[in-house]
Every structure is written in C-alpha cells, then in structure tokens.
C-alpha cells in the first residue's frame, strides 16, 4: 500500500502541472484575443478583440499558430471558411499562403544545391534546357545565379500574379516566363544587372520552378510534396494546382477588400514556387521549427546545419537572405515573409534562435490585422523585438480647419493622393486604394494608424496648404494639382 502511494503522488503532481500548463496557456490565448491594437496607439484607447477587428476590416476567417521553445504552444481558428454556408475555420483549414510559397520553394532548391545537384553560384543558363534566360545589354554581361533568384537580386521585372478563374486554360510556365497567352502577366526580363540590389521578383522565383523542373524531371508540386512537405510533416499542405490532391471541404474561399467572394471561390495559380501553396499555420509551424532545429543543429529532416545558416544569412543588402527576409530587433534575429494571394493574405515571423514565433493567415484582403494579431501575440509572450508600439495622442481640430487641407496632390504621373473630409473628419485615399483617416498631433502635422507615414500641411499664399509626406525616412514635398 504504501509501495502505491509513493508511486501516485509523482502521477498526482505530473496531473496538477498539466492542468496549470493548461490554465496558463487558455489565459494567454484569452489575452492575445482581447489585446490588439495597431502598429501606432492612441493614448488613452482601449485595446480591440480578434472578432472586432475582422469585422473591422471585412475578414471573413482567421488561423493562427504560436511557436514558443521549438513547439506549438496554441493554435485556433476564427469566423468562416465560407462566409455563406458558415463553414467554420479550423486549424485544419487551408489557406493560399501567396508568397510565403517563396520560402519553402528555397527549403526544395537547397535540397538540390546539398545534394550536390545543383550550383548555388553557376549560370542558371547551365541547368535550363528547353528554355534559356535572354540576357541581353541591361544584365552588362554578368550571369544570373540561384543565388540572385532567391535573394531577389537577380534585377527582373514582375513583382507577383493575379492568378486565373478555376476552369480558365492555364498557362505552362514557359509561357509565363515568354509572357505568351493564356499568360496574364508580361514577360520576364532584365531590369538591371544582377548583384547590384534587392528588386522583388516572382518571375525571377518562376525560374527557380523551371529549373527544378529540368533538373529532376519531375512535376513541380510532385517534387516538393515528396522532398520538402512530406519529411517536414506538412501533410495538409499542397502545391498542387488546383488543389486536387486534399480534401475540398478544407479549402478557404478568398474574399476581397469590402468582404465579398471572389469569382470562383479562388484563384489558380500556375506560379506554384511563387505563390501556389495551399496550407495552414499548424502545418507552416512545421516548416518553421524545422528550419530553427536545423540552424541550431539538432535536426536533418530535409536542410542540414550548415544549409539552414546559409538560408538565414542575409545575401545582399542586409535583409533578403534565400526565400526569407531577415529583421534585427532588440539583439533578436528573425526570419520572415509575408504571403498575398486574391483574397488571402499571411505572414510568418520567427526568431532564428530561441525557437519562438508565431503565423497568420487570413482569407481577406488585408494586412494589417496581421499585425495587429502579431503584436499582441509578440505582447503577451514579450517576444521582443516583433512587438513594436508607437502611443501618440491626438488633439480634435476644428471641420473648417480640416476644410483647408483638402485637395489632390502628386505621388508619381500615375498616382494622386486625395485628402478629404467626412463627418467631421479627415481622410486620404491615394489612386486605387481605400481611404485612410488622418489623426491630429498637432494643428498641422497628421499621422495614420495603418502606415509609417505622416503628413504636414503647411500655409501658403493661396490660402490653401501645401503638403509634406514623411515616409520612407524622407521628406517629400507634393505638389498641389487641385
């Protein structure tokens, strides 16, 4: 008898730290839910909940995943799948991850490059077969490597996709590449020579498909699931386009920017190394731990130590390192990317050391809830270095005054920046995009929630004042066009 209670109370205490573990992580999950606030603060304000935002901004859906000390702490879904028919979000339900495609696409190219099957630094030309980069006079005689294509370095053309209707003829990838019908996007080609600087380039990364392509001479999405998802554990995860290879009742349908469906439920997207991967923060939380494992060297499923150092090394300019983004915050690394597809958007942050992070994906069409979500997380889990707080206060001007604000005013030729008042209120909307209200810290400078930017109006001897754009760490001056 007591042989049996001397075992019972190691059982008993092992019980009670469960249920405390527990405890710990519901109350961390109800702060995360119930403590959003923007990028920028007003004083004073009270914070926001993950319903209240979505409704906000018009998101139908939400999937989160957090990574605390190389394992998932909680995910959860939010809203719907499907708007209509109330199909609920679950951690099994799949997202278009848009660009972070790009980072799972390098995990397979540096699979080849560690087997030896392919040169990190050679002529691209040298693996291509039944299509050839054009170099011409831009490129200056120097040679795109996969080194340039993953870094964005290589100096092309063709930032991202629109996708195609579900039963609309798909391009192949050497029509995307030529830019040839039923291609929608223009040809891929030299901006600049390669190696100068960071240009964003997903034709660049559509080459990197082609050259998979050729040297296994294996369909892409084949390739990817059986080398890189598979031994990662990412099981729910596809390439496949369209996704015909997981069950459709999983599949998120795409909304835009005012909440409503997008023609055919989604896009398809021939670009799969670019923006084709279908899959859910549970799932990406295994790409992401893995690559942390592997940087510390205390795993090998698919990048050796040696590999995973290499894709979290920044390649040139100080951020872009091979299929990531690398931030520096606090003494903290971090790796990144965000994901944009019609009526998705996504992002992963993660720390290359630490094993924290946390991702998002959304089947709206805005941003900006990420980061909210990801704020509060980074908040409640003191992931220093994602959370970042600006608290400002703001003063109340009167209509009249704002009245003398308005008008248009130069961005680019092609884009005019519109400042307006409503109710009361001052607001922007620049060409093509959703208006914006502009808050008072003082009689003449505002700022916005959403953006870095602020903007300051000042007299001039029509009566009406000029305006100053603060972005980008510089002072622009717009000219007045009405």
């Known amino acids: 008898m007591k042989t049996s209670r001397l075992f019972a109370l190691p059982l008993l205490l092992l019980a009670q730290l469960n249920v405390s573990a527990q405890n710990s992580t519901k109350e961390k999950i109800t702060q995360v839910e119930n403590g959003l606030f923007g990028t920028t603060q007003i004083e004073g304000e009270a914070l926001w909940t993950i319903r209240e935002r979505m409704a906000y901004y018009k998101v139908p859906g939400l999937s989160i995943a957090v990574i605390q000390n190389y394992r998932v702490v909680w995910a959860k879904g939010y809203g719907f799948a499907n708007d209509s028919s109330k199909t609920p979000v679950t951690t099994q339900t799949l ?87 039923p291609a929608n996007s223009p040809r891929v080609h030299s901006m600049f020579e390669p190696g100068l600087r960071f240009q964003y380039s997903g034709g660049g990364t559509i080459i990197s498909q082609l050259m998979v392509m050729d040297i296994t001479h294996r369909n892409y999405a084949e390739y990817m699931k059986n080398e890189v998802l598979m031994p990662l554990g990412m099981k729910s995860s596809t390439f496949a386009q369209p996704p015909v290879d997981v069950n459709p009742a999983l599949l998120a349908n795409a909304y835009n920017m005012a909440g409503n469906p997008v023609p055919g ?38 990048l050796k130590q040696a590999t995973a150092k290499l894709m979290l090394t920044p390649y040139i300019g100080g951020f872009p390192g091979l299929g990531v983004f690398i931030n520096k915050q606090d003494g903290i690394t971090y790796f990144s990317h965000p994901g944009v597809d019609a009526g998705f958007h996504s992002n992963y942050t993660a720390s290359v050391e630490g094993g924290n992070g946390v991702i998002v994906m959304v089947n709206g069409d805005n941003d900006q809830l990420l980061a909210e979500v990801t704020n509060s997380v980074a908040k409640v889990y003191d992931f220093k270095g994602i959370f970042k707080i600006n608290v400002k206060k703001v003063i109340a001007l009167p209509t009249d ?82």
Do not use: C
């Not at 896009?267 to 084709?276: F, M, N």
């Not at 494992?293 to 205390?298: S, T």
């Not at 009689?443 to 009406?464: N, V, W």
């Open 95 to 181: 997202f278009q991850a848009g660009s972070i495609s790009k980072s799972l696409n390098a995990v397979g190219i540096l699979k080849l490059v560690q087997d030896k099957k392919l040169d990190l630094y050679a002529d691209i030309n040298a693996y291509l077969t039944d299509w050839k980069f054009p170099y011409d006079s831009l490129s200056k005689g120097k040679r795109i490597t996969m080194a340039n294509l993953l870094s964005h370095s290589a100096g092309l053309n063709l930032q991202g996709f629109g996708g195609y209707l579900p039963g609309k003829p798909l391009p192949t990838i050497v029509q995307v590449l030529n830019g040839e019908k």
């Open 265 to 302: 439920k989604f896009h398809v997207y021939p670009e799969q190394a670019a923006a084709g991967l279908w899959t859910n923060p549970t799932d990406l939380a295994k790409y992401v731990i893995e690559i942390q494992l592997a940087y510390a060297g205390k795993s090998t499923k698919v």
């Open 401 to 482: 005054r704002l009245q003398t604000y308005t008008g248009e005013f130069e961005l680019t030729p092609q884009r005019v920046l519109t400042i307006f008042t409503e109710d009361g209120h001052l607001y922007l909307r620049a060409t093509g995009e959703t208006k914006r209200e502009l808050y008072a810290q003082s009689e003449t400078r505002f700022f916005l929630r959403d953006l870095p930017y602020e903007l300051e109006f000042l007299p001039d001897t029509t009566g009406k004042a000029k305006l100053v754009l603060y972005a980008d760490e510089g002072k622009h001056d717009l000219k007045r066009i009405k």
